[in-house]
């Protein structure tokens, strides 16, 4: 019994998601920069902020600004704007301060830090929090770059001059034209495209910009706590190795213990 626990946890962690696949649009036209005050005053200290959010406007993906920006704009009063730069996707989830322009001070209020992360696809999802006051609410400005490669693409931008390359386990929906938001990335079918990906005593799943495999009914991954694939197989009944288990002294969270156990099990049920 031990040991089918122990597998749970570990399909269970697989099943964390990133929140670059998690994540709430927020596509509020009156957050944008241009927009003046009128008379409704927006405050975002009336949202229920929970987990990540990407901003866009009217459609097009947008990003906080990062420099000042003035008051009495965004739809409302003090205009949030982070207080740092954006990460770059190698730093992950990076926590910065964010500001409320007031009183024609750009850093008037110190409002609750945030946590902010790039994805990939040149967009970044911000975990908003819920600002120190009314009438505060977060300020978003169109990110050109991101608009002209449309969804599941990397944008450059060197100089001024933008190209755009498709995600991995993407491709142009039109191979012979230019990556754009009127030619997007699409989706490459890997199971359909190389149907062994798997390897034996597997099914395959597509999934946007990659492929799940599964073990058939009866079978498990060499080592569950990777992904199947075909350097790591599925083999060995599940029963086996349920009877195997563990034996006295054995410590159920040592990694080495539980690879002998499925080596064992692997080159048994080979022989
Ligand atoms: C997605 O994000 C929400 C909000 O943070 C969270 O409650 C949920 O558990 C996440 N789902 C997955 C599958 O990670
Ligand atoms: C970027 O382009 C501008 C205008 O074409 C040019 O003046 C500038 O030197 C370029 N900068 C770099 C770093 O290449
Ligand atoms: C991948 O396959 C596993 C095992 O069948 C399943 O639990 C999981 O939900 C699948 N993930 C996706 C993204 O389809």
């Not at 570990?10 to 927009?35: M, Q």
């Not at 600002?131 to 450059?156: Q, S, T």
Request: negative net charge; hydrophobic residues 35%.
């Amino acid at each position: 019994m031990e040991m089918l626990f122990l597998l749970l946890i570990f399909s269970a962690e697989t099943l964390g998601l990133d929140p670059c696949d998690n994540y709430t649009v927020l596509d509020n036209a009156w957050r944008a920069t241009s927009n003046r005050v009128s008379s409704t005053v927006m405050c975002d200290r009336n949202v229920q902020w929970v987990g990540w959010y990407r901003l866009f406007l009217n459609d097009r993906s947008a990003q906080m600004s990062d420099t000042c920006v003035k008051e009495n704009i965004c739809g409302t009063h003090a205009t949030l704007w982070l207080n740092g730069q954006h990460p770059r996707m190698e730093d992950g989830a990076v926590t910065r301060d964010v500001c409320g322009s007031w009183n024609n001070n750009c850093c008037y209020f110190k409002s609750t830090p945030i946590n902010v992360k790039a994805c990939p696809g040149q967009y970044y999802i911000y975990e908003l929090k819920s600002p120190i006051g009314c009438h505060f609410a977060y300020c978003a400005v169109i990110d050109e770059c991101g608009i002209m490669c449309g969804p599941n693409a990397f944008c450059h931008n060197n100089n001024g001059s933008i190209s755009c390359s498709c995600l991995g386990g993407y491709i142009a929906t039109n191979m012979n034209e230019m990556i754009s938001r009127n030619n997007p990335c699409t989706d490459v079918d890997e199971c359909q495209a190389s149907p062994s990906v798997c390897g034996p005593n597997a099914y395959c799943t597509n999934v946007k910009g990659g492929y799940n495999c599964s073990c058939s009914e009866g079978f498990s991954a060499t080592f569950p706590d990777l992904i199947i694939s075909i350097n790591n197989i599925c083999m060995a009944p599940k029963k086996q190795i349920v009877r195997l288990g563990l034996k006295s002294g054995q410590n159920v969270n040592d990694p080495a213990v539980m690879k002998d156990i499925l080596q064992s099990v692997c080159c048994l049920s080979h022989n």
